[in-house]
Structure formats: C-alpha cells, structure tokens
C-alpha cells in the first residue's frame, strides 16, 4: 500500500514542512514589502524576485542527477534556515531594511528551487508505477493544495503575531525536513545508471535535458503553459492590493489565498478517480476552460457577494488542481528515469521564464488600472489555453494518462 511505504512518507511530510516554511515566508514578506515601502511597484519587484529563480532550474537539473539528492536537499535546507535568520535578528531589533529583505527573498527562493526538484525526482525511486498518479496526487495537495492554504492562514497571522515572531516559527518548519531527509535512506538506483550520470561532463548531461523538453509533444504542452504563468505571476502580485482596496486588508488577502489552496486541493483528491475516464487532451482542454470562465465570474462576484466569490474561486482552481497532477505526472513518465532531474527542472524553468517579469508587469497594471482588470487577464488566458488544447490534434490524440509511455526519439 501507498501509505505504508515509509520513505514516501518521509517525502510527504518533508514536503508539508518546507511549503508551510515557504508559505509564511512568501506572504509574510509580500506584506512586509508593501508595508513599508507603500508601493505596489516594489510588491511587483518582490513578486519578480520569488519567481526569477525559476527560471534558473533548468542549470539544477544536472546537479540532481549527478549528486546525491539527499545531502544536497539537506545543505541547502541548512542555507534557507541561515537566511531567515537574518530576517529574524534584523525584524527582533526593529530594524529591517525593504533592499535587504528583497535580496534574502531571491537567495532563499533560489534554494526553494532546488528542494522541489529533487523530491519529484525520489517519488517515482520510491514509488510503483501503477500508483504514480495517486503519489503526485498527494504530493500535489501537500505542495500546491496546502501550500495555498497555509499562504491564507499566514496572511490572517500577520494581524495577530509580531513579524519577528513568524520568521521564528518560519525556521522550525525549515529544519524539519531536515531530520525527515536524515531518517530517509539514500534511494538505490541502477548502478550503470548512476555511474553513467556521474561521469558525463555537466555541458554534457544539460544539453541532453534541453534536448529531451525539446520534443514536439512537450513543446506543446509547455509553450501555452509559459503564458498562463505569466498572467499569474500578475495575479500574485496583484491580489495585496485587490484584498487592500474591496476587502479587509490583510484577512481578505489570506482568505483569497487559502480558498485557492482549498480548490487546488479538491483538484488534485479527485483527479485520481477521474483519470482514466477520459482521454487526457479532453481533461486538459475543458479543465482549462471552465476554470477560465469560473475565474472571470469569480472577479466581478467580488461586488455582489463575498461568499459567491469564495465559492467561484474554489471551483475555478479545483480544475487548475486536478490538471496539475496530470502534468507531474506527464512529465514523470514520459522521460528516461535518468534524465529526470534534468527535464523536470527544463520543464520548470521554461514554464516559470516569463513569471518574473509578468511581476513587474503586473505591478505597474495594478498601480495604471485596477486590479480586477489584472485578474481578469488570468481567466482569459486559461480558457485560451483551453482553446488551444481543444483544437491541437497529437494532444487530442493521446489516450489517458495510465497508458502513456515513454517519448520516442
């Protein structure tokens, strides 16, 4: 059984740990910005910060494959926790600084960027195959699911607890994985295998990753994806300012938060169930498009009802969810179990290369225009993205997730 598999539980919980980490620190920080600077430019310019290092994965990639995951999973967990520090001994003595914490948020993210990673890369070493769908499933409400809900509950936080009190808390669930990796043996792969990662020049094992995302199939997959996280690298940036002006501050900020962890979370718990229902083009299409239409339903709910808006969010993010563990998925079992780290770091840095400057963006628009306009963009996006899945024939023709192979050369 899933659950009684001991090193997948380790990843589970070392997974919970460090998104509740990220989560108070990502909201914490966001509203720290705003605070004391008072500009939704900067909260745009911490935006672009925390979504830079994406971009960056793709050069982590050969760094998984050819190291051993768990050391360098514990080493830079010690970083993250070394970093926050600083932000707790400058918030303690009242004297933190809006440059310094823009700085530590890019360093500490770029160290976020080599955790996840690599627990993508141990599950499937860990894990059947023929449950592969459910492990990412699990893996994705503990990442996405409550990374959304502790993002919300972080938010309500900040009206009750001092910053320099949340940034204390924020190091205990950074050190946990910590000792979660530690209890974790070193997962055993096949020697040729690992030898042959090992003594392949790094030029070498980067470009054979590069080339491997560079098939037609995942281009068509990550091109539009690339897109829609643009548009919601706007929408992250945007929502302090929207909860700021038509709600209460800081509780409608993290409740808007937490209803779109709640939504991805009832995604990802009944995509299980539904996988093989359908072909997997006809998931991804509909999947997008209703949640589109949901989403620009919910921004103009904001003026008749807090509690439709709620709701309309929920649903439109349950899709958004469920279409999440289909891609992880996707992107596990169609490359070579060597190459993993490599093309799931590509895949990484392809979809997030236009998410830091559509912070920038999204900051400028939200101070020009409004940001219901800002969060409009999004659901239009997502039903073109839907659209274009509807209408493209090799994602139309393939079967359900269960039965897809590996990617031909």
């Given at each position: 059984m899933l659950f009684q598999n001991k090193k997948f539980q380790y990843l589970i919980w070392s997974r919970i740990s460090s998104n509740i980490g990220d989560s108070i620190f990502y909201v914490v920080s966001m509203w720290v910005v705003?605070?004391?600077?008072?500009?939704?430019?900067?909260?745009?310019?911490?935006g672009f910060l925390f979504t830079l290092p994406s971009i960056l994965n793709v050069f982590i990639g050969p760094l998984i494959d050819r190291s051993n995951p768990i050391k360098l999973y514990i080493f830079v967990s010690f970083l993250q926790a070394f970093l926050l520090g600083i932000i707790l001994f400058s918030s303690s003595v009242g004297d933190i600084n809006v440059w310094m914490l823009l700085c530590i948020i890019f360093l500490l993210t770029i160290f976020t960027e080599v955790v996840y990673p690599i627990e993508n890369v141990l599950i499937p070493k860990v894990v059947p195959e023929k449950h592969l769908v459910k492990a990412n499933a699990v893996m994705s409400v503990a990442y996405q699911g409550l990374d959304f809900v502790f993002n919300g509950l972080s938010g309500m936080l900040i009206g009750f607890f001092a910053i320099s009190t949340l940034y204390g808390i924020n190091i205990i669930f950074f050190m946990i994985p910590i000792l979660l990796m530690i209890l974790l043996k070193r997962v055993q792969v096949i020697k040729n295998e690992e030898d042959q990662a090992r003594n392949t020049n790094y030029k070498a094992a980067l470009l054979e990753g590069i080339k491997a995302v560079n098939h037609p199939l995942l281009r068509a997959f990550l091109i539009?994806?690339?897109?829609?996280?643009?548009?919601?690298?706007?929408?992250?940036?945007?929502?302090?300012?929207?909860?700021?002006?038509?709600?209460?501050?800081?509780?409608?900020?993290?409740?808007?938060?937490?209803?779109?962890?709640?939504?991805?979370?009832?995604?990802?718990?009944?995509?299980d169930r539904f996988k093989t229902k359908q072909r997997l083009g006809i998931i991804l299409s509909f999947g997008f498009m209703l949640s589109g239409a949901a989403w620009i339903l919910m921004v103009f709910s904001i003026?008749?009802?807090?509690?439709?808006?709620y709701m309309l969010l929920v649903i439109s993010y349950a899709f958004i969810g469920a279409v999440n563990v289909l891609f992880t998925v996707l992107f596990q079992k169609l490359p070579e179990e060597k190459i993993l780290g490599r093309v799931n770091t590509a895949v990484e840095s392809i979809i997030s290369f236009a998410m830091p400057v559509g912070s920038l963006i999204g900051g400028f628009l939200t101070e020009l225009t409004s940001p219901i306009f800002v969060l409009c963009l999004f659901g239009i996006g997502l039903?073109?993205?839907?659209?274009?899945?509807?209408?493209?024939?090799?994602?139309?023709?393939?079967?359900?997730?269960d039965k897809m192979g590996k990617l031909q050369k």
């Open positions: 705003l605070e004391i600077s008072d500009s939704p430019v900067l909260t745009g310019v911490a539009p994806l690339t897109m829609v996280n643009f548009l919601f690298a706007m929408v992250l940036v945007t929502l302090p300012s929207f909860a700021d002006q038509y709600g209460n501050g800081s509780s409608t900020y993290g409740l808007t938060i937490a209803f779109l962890g709640l939504g991805s979370m009832l995604g990802a718990l009944f995509i003026h008749i009802s807090s509690i439709l808006f039903i073109i993205l839907g659209a274009f899945y509807l209408t493209n024939r090799n994602i139309q023709s393939l079967p359900d997730i």
